[in-house]
């Protein structure tokens, strides 16, 4: 049974709403937990959403013991782990590939059917690959299936083409144990990577230049039990963020680290919209907000991040004038325009550049997420447009938003999940 939302657009939301642990954060550190041998590691703040649970599951399968209640998660690793991983999990979220880097530091093998691509790009893992070969490993595909052993990892220099943030994590985790230094230039520089580097010092690895864009880590032999927390979600706060403004409502935004969210918080003012900041809590003000349209262009950490790219095109779609919005990290994330196209919205789109003159107002329809974002933004869109919106496909939505449902209706949005008989596909 699939579900779908239906939302009953314009009312302007208004009130608190409390973000939660980051996703992307949590998914390499509950990875990171098999470097452990034999030993526990707590995590704080860990969200309850649709990857965590495949995450939590695909450790189970490996021979952890995974204790998840409320928002904390006890990981309790035996000394001999599985290092096949099964595809009914991997094929269910691209993220699995982050068990490679350290099933190979602990158990000397790895194998990963590869994950493949998804509605926003091919996402291949060969940064990923190359750096695990340059630690020496021997990797294989055999049907289908990434097959990676090495006898012993030594640390070495590796170079990233392109500031992947996976593939810094599965590096930096797979070098935990390699013999000497390890030293990854161009490493991505995004939160999560900080926050999977804290969690790796706590158990006792020895990590320096986290967010410099050059990572050193300097091999080890064991590591210890520790506890962590995980950072605030900067994507779940910036959806919000972009709530408050398309219903040109007021919305303060709980439990937010300030800089990791700079570039949101400046395209945000760029429009006109107020923004308020405390020390650690975000305040959008559009109430009769004569919003302007801006152009952004999606780039690795700091840059404006990519996963807030469908929310902003939603918001644009009512702004005053022309934005031009460049999409530089994914090839094909854009499919979210189509179905605003059909609430609406002027949107051309020009290669990895969509070109939005904004519009009035927004008109209700059925619309299809098609992934995490685009879900997002097409509610945010619902919660804007006249009439009644019907977003199909929530199950994408869940992979990343805990509770929006009620989070949306605590800010005074009259939204609705149901049931479905269909995934909306059919429709169009
Ligand atoms: C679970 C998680 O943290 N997901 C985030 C992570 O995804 P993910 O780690 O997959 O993103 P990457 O930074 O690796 O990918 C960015 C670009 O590099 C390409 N690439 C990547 C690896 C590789 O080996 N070869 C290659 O060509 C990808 O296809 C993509 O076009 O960072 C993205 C970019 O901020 C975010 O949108 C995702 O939400
Ligand atoms: C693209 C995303 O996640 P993933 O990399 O897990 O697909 C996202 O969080 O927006």
Not at 229 to 255: F, H, L, Q, S
């Amino acid at each position: 049974m699939y579900s779908k939302m239906l939302i009953k657009g314009g009312n302007p939301l208004s009130g608190e709403v409390t973000t939660q642990g980051a996703k992307n954060a949590a998914l390499p550190v509950i990875a990171a937990s098999l470097l452990l041998k034999g030993k526990r590691l707590k995590i704080k703040d860990v969200p309850k959403l649709e990857d965590i649970y495949t995450m939590a599951d695909l450790l189970r399968q490996l021979g952890v013991e995974v204790n998840h209640v409320d928002h904390s998660m006890i990981l309790s690793v035996p000394e001999d782990l599985c290092w096949e991983t099964p595809k009914a999990l991997v094929s269910k979220m691209r993220a699995s590939s982050l068990v490679l880097g350290p099933l190979l530091a602990r158990m000397g093998k790895a194998v990963l059917p590869l994950p493949g691509g998804c509605a926003i790009g091919s996402r291949p893992i060969d940064l990923h690959l190359k750096g695990l070969v340059k630690l020496g490993a021997e990797v294989e595909l055999l049907h289908g299936a990434v097959h990676a052993k090495a006898k012993e990892l030594r640390g070495t220099r590796i170079y990233l083409d392109f500031p992947s943030v996976g593939a810094t994590e599965n590096i930096m985790m797979a070098a935990v144990f390699a013999k000497g230094e390890t030293v990854i230039e161009n490493a991505a520089r995004e939160p999560e990577i900080t926050n999977l580097a804290e969690a790796l010092k706590l158990m006792g690895c020895n990590i320096e230049g986290v967010g410099t864009g050059i990572i050193h880590i300097e091999g080890t032999d064991s590591l210890e039990e520790t506890e962590v927390k995980i950072i605030p979600d900067r994507i779940e706060a910036g959806t919000y963020m972009v709530a408050g403004a398309i219903t040109r409502g007021k919305v303060k935004v709980k439990n937010v680290t300030l800089e990791h969210i700079d570039a949101t918080l400046a395209k945000l003012e760029e429009t006109g919209v107020t923004v308020e900041v405390e020390k650690d809590a975000v305040t959008v003000d559009a109430r009769d907000c004569k919003m302007k349209g801006v152009s952004l262009k999606t780039l690795p950490y700091p840059g404006f991040p990519t996963d807030m790219q469908p929310q902003f095109t939603a918001l644009l779609t009512i702004a005053e004038g022309t934005s031009v919005i460049k999409e530089t990290i994914f090839e094909s994330r854009f499919l979210h325009v189509s179905e605003l196209k059909r609430m609406g919205a002027d949107i051309e789109l020009q290669g990895n550049t969509a070109i939005v003159n904004g519009v009035p107002k927004l008109k209700g329809a059925e619309v299809r997420a098609t992934d995490l974002r685009a879900g997002a933004a097409l509610v945010l869109a619902g919660l804007a447009a006249e009439d009644e919106t019907v977003v199909y496909g929530l199950g994408h939505i869940r992979r990343g938003y805990e509770d929006f449902q009620n989070k949306l209706k605590a800010l005074g949005g009259d939204v609705e999940e149901l049931p479905s008989e269909e995934d909306g596909s059919a429709k169009w």
